[in-house]
T-cell receptor
Framework: DGGITQSPKYLFRKEGQNVTLSCEQN?????MYWYRQDPGQGLRLIYY???????QKGDIAEGYSVSREKKESFPLTVTSAQKNPTAFYLC????????????????FGPGTRLTVL | EDQVTQSPEALRLQEGESSSLNCSYT??????LFWYRQDPGKGPEFLFT???AGEEKEKERLKATLTKKESFLHITAPKPEDSATYLC?????????????FGTGTKLQVIP
């Protein structure tokens, strides 16, 4: 089955620790995204990548880092510099076959819930 | 800057009572609009992409429509299993990069 997997489902972090959230997709999509979701707020974009070895900061990138060494993988590291990391993290991939294309769809993984102890 | 506003924030319906959810947006050149369903503790489930004003798409009891300023998600004769948060989002291709801006969602509760 094609889809997006995220691991772990639940993650607990101690103060001062860096943690890495995994995101893998087998949809052959070029674009991948990381969002953060907090209660009562919309999804906020952390980082996105349109192609391997390229990524851009989103609206709330401070305290986060990413890499895109393979098309299928887009891991997110939450560093100790992120002051309020407790949230639900969502990874997505997107197919958009160019300007004027009639295929533009973004799919999400199941999410990782990160809690700071 | 693109903005997406959803209303109402919450909606409570009796089973079988049809209604509509609204998504209004301000974008510099509409290139499409996404609708999602999200259950508690899960990732959003993709429902539709609407590409241009006047377009409509249907899936079971859901029908999405698009105008130049807003989109509606019509729910016909809803069932309790339709209870979820419904999100809309707008792609932004400014500067050659493909961002997506989300609304805060409408939480739908369908009561038996």
């Amino acid at each position: 089955d094609g889809g997006i997997t995220q691991s772990p489902k639940y993650l607990f972090r101690k103060e001062g620790q860096n943690v890495t959230l995994s995101c893998e997709q087998n949809l052959n999509h070029d674009a991948m995204y990381w969002y953060r979701q907090d209660p009562g707020q919309g999804l906020r974009l952390i980082y996105y990548s349109q192609i391997v070895n390229d990524f851009q900061k989103g609206d709330i990138a401070e305290g986060y880092s990413v890499s895109r060494e393979k098309k299928e993988s887009f891991p997110l590291t939450v560093t100790s510099a992120q002051k309020n990391p407790t949230a639900f993290y969502l990874c997505a991939s997107r197919v958009n076959r160019g300007t004027g294309s009639l295929v533009d769809e973004q799919f999400f993984g199941p999410g990782t819930r990160l809690t700071v102890l | 800057e693109d903005q997406v506003t959803q209303s109402p924030e919450a909606l409570r319906l009796q089973e079988g009572e049809s209604s509509s959810l609204n998504c209004s947006y301000t974008v510099s050149g509409l290139r499409g609009l996404f609708w999602y369903r999200q259950d508690p503790g899960k990732g959003p489930e993709f429902l539709f992409t609407l590409y241009s004003a006047g377009e409509e798409k249907e899936k079971e009891r859901l029908k999405a429509t698009l105008t130049k300023k807003e989109s509606f998600l019509h729910i016909t004769a809803p069932k309790p299993e339709d209870s979820a948060t419904y999100l809309c989002a707008v792609p932004n291709h400014s500067g050659g990069y493909q961002k997506v801006t989300f609304g805060t969602g409408t939480k739908l509760q369908v009561i038996p």
